[in-house]
């Protein structure tokens, strides 16, 4: 079964969001939503959200699930919004919890801010399955970025979220807070595992020294010969020591403080105060 797969690219965030389509049916899921939000004035913006809802409305699609590979740093997810207007269930990773118990503490959260993952629909593990129309997709466990990272495969496509990025441009960071480059590296032979022929749509791209365009799918094959990262002849070791140097120049994502506050509600604002105004907050001195 191969899905019929539509990305819409945000180059504010660099984030790839995906319609995933059952070739045999209207149904279809949506992976990795955007939220636009500029930090500066405040201010949420629906345009990358819309576009996707305009795709789903246009070709008459049933969304049947708006999943998310983890708790993004870099951007907010729309998923509330989108399931608001087309429906869907939130999926995320049932270590969720885990991350919602450290960033709990890190914004001083309440009790009021629940650590169960129940904001969101359904909570996989590794080995789930789940229906999209006819099209199965299997769930496989990846963290090392983040603790509940997921790699959603569906059918002949692997939705790896952040853990590889293009050949030419490796894996993504392991020093957020849970996170850990010797367990990314073993998340990541797990899905070079997969079928050579398997296509892998990756969550974020950032061009590459010598390549001037944006680029997203690649294949099993080409990551496991290529990836500049893990590809052919790198082993553990040399990862782990890579990934940590490189980790240790690499500034916050812009949108880390927002993204991490709304992204752990399953893209909800936190509760509006006794006047109805939203905030978020910005901890000083601790990530
Ligand atoms: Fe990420």
């Known amino acids: 079964m191969s899905p019929e797969v539509t990305a819409f690219f945000d180059p504010a965030t660099f984030t790839i969001s995906y319609v995933v389509k059952d070739p045999e049916g209207s149904s279809c899921a949506i992976v990795d939503s955007v939220l636009d ?9 629906t345009r990358s959200a819309d ?3 305009k795709f789903v409305q246009d070709n008459n699609l049933n969304v049947e699930w708006l999943l998310e590979s983890h708790v993004h740093a870099d951007h907010l997810s729309a998923a509330p919004y989108i399931q608001e207007r087309v429906g869907g269930k ?3 990773g049932d270590r969720i919890t885990v991350v919602q118990d450290t960033f709990g503490k890190v914004f001083n959260e309440g009790t009021e801010f629940q650590r169960d993952g129940s904001q969101f629909d359904k909570l996989f593990v590794e080995g789930d399955s789940f229906m999209i129309g006819q099209m199965r997709g299997d769930v496989l466990h990846t963290p090392g970025h983040t603790p509940a990272c997921l790699t959603y495969v569906i059918g002949d496509a692997a939705f790896v979220g952040d853990t590889l990025f293009m050949p030419d441009f490796g894996t993504a960071r392991c020093d957020f807070p849970g996170g850990s480059a010797e367990t990314l590296y073993n998340s990541i032979q797990k899905i070079l595992a997969l079928p050579d022929e398997t296509r892998i749509f990756v969550g974020h791209d950032y061009k590459a020294p010598g390549r001037d365009v944006y680029a997203w799918e690649t294949t099993v094959g080409e ?11 790198k082993d553990e070791g040399e990862f782990i020591k890579m990934r940590t140097e490189r980790d240790a120049t690499l500034a916050m994502p812009k949108l880390i403080i927002p993204s991490l506050q709304v992204n752990m509600r399953a893209g ?8 109805g105004d939203v905030f978020l907050k910005v901890p000083v ?3």
């Open 223 to 233: 990551q496991k010969a290529k990836n500049i990262h893990v590809g052919e002849g």
């Open 285 to 287: 001195n601790k990530l």
């Open 268 to 275: 909800q604002m936190p509760e509006p105060d006794e006047h």
């Open 90 to 92: 939130i999926g995320i």
């Open 37 to 45: 939000f500029d930090y500066s004035s405040g201010r949420t913006d």
């Open 51 to 53: 576009a996707v809802i």
